[in-house]
């Protein structure tokens, strides 16, 4: 592909929460993904010789939460951490602190291990361990395992196969 055929499009917050706010009146759970790959129109606007004024589309999103927390529907922000630089860098999320203030729900997603047939093969799939970080419903500290498998995703019967195992049934 040539650089003059490719072609950035590019996604405003404002759009994006125009557009959930008008959904979240219709249905009943709502999954907004990439949150970090949002921007605001003041900053593409701006050249990279101009100064940046920080959080533009965390002020956006706080304002939307403040705005509209009284929604009927359960609305999923999917938003990853990224690791900082340096020695003791701490983990952070993209997008400002909106998300994990004004959330119910936090989870964090990792990936512990791959799944292969023998130590030799090539791996068919993951393990990811989800815990509950913030929860304004219940108590916080929960884990499970979940099995991904390539091409077929989340497994439910490789986990009941685990399980058959496990108690001596196969």
């Not at 100064?51 to 529907?73: D, E, P």
């Amino acid at each position: 592909v040539k650089a003059e055929e490719c072609e950035t499009v590019m996604v405003y917050v404002d759009k994006v929460l125009d557009t959930v706010a008008i959904a979240s009146n219709y249905f009943d759970f709502l999954i907004v993904d990439s949150v970090d790959a949002l921007v605001s129109e003041a900053d593409a606007a701006k050249t990279t010789t101009e100064n940046t004024q920080m959080g533009g589309v965390s002020k956006q999103i706080k304002a939307f939460f403040r705005k509209n927390s009284r929604r009927r529907s359960s609305i999923a922000w999917v938003n990853h951490m990224s690791t900082g630089l340096g020695q003791y860098a701490k983990s952070y999320t993209t997008g400002g602190k909106a998300l994990p203030r004004y959330s119910t729900l936090r989870f964090r997603i990792d990936r512990v291990d791959f799944i292969r047939p023998n130590d030799d093969a090539d791996p068919i799939g993951f393990i990811s361990k989800i815990s509950m970080v913030k929860n304004r419903l219940g108590p916080i500290g929960r884990a499970t395992l979940l099995y991904y498998i390539f091409g077929e995703g989340f497994s439910v019967d490789y986990d009941y196969f685990l399980t058959a195992k496990k108690l001596g049934i196969i």
